[in-house]
């Protein structure tokens, strides 16, 4: 099982970036796919997942500024920020698990299964 995100880089703060979670060594189309985010010093944070059947679920703190789609033929999901602000910085983590039709809560960070490397977000004010 693979997941490597792509896409991050250093914008400021206004600015738009799309993340990219290419997946590889899984049914893709059985699983939840889900975005998070660790700042330094804080704790890991789930911003967004999307089930196999496309429902979404979009934190409080982003929603409306971040938006996750996956293209299924591709085997990756995307994860659109708009309005960047600084407090986005962070690393941000593609991450997985089985469920057809089902995603766990955002919050329950231990039942996702596979994790990605991560891709940094710098942003600057």
């Known amino acids: 099982v693979q997941l490597v995100e792509s896409g991050g880089g250093a914008v400021q703060a206004g600015g738009s970036l799309r993340l990219s979670c290419a997946t590889s060594g899984f049914a893709f189309m059985g699983y939840c796919m889900a975005w998070f985010r660790q700042a330094q010093g804080k704790e890991r944070e789930g911003v967004a997942s999307?089930?196999?059947?496309?429902?979404?679920v979009v934190a409080e703190a982003v929603k409306g500024r971040f938006t996750i789609s996956k293209d299924n033929a591709k085997k990756t999901v995307y994860l659109q920020i708009n309005s960047l602000k600084p407090e986005d910085t962070a690393m941000y983590y593609c991450?997985?698990?089985?469920?057809?039709?089902?995603?766990?809560?955002?919050?329950?960070?231990?039942?996702?299964?596979?994790w990605g490397q991560g891709t940094q977000v710098t942003v600057s004010s």
């Open positions: 991450a997985a698990t089985y469920g057809y039709g089902w995603c766990p809560r955002l919050e329950d960070t231990s039942d996702y299964k596979y």
């Open positions: 999307i089930e196999s059947e496309d429902k979404t």
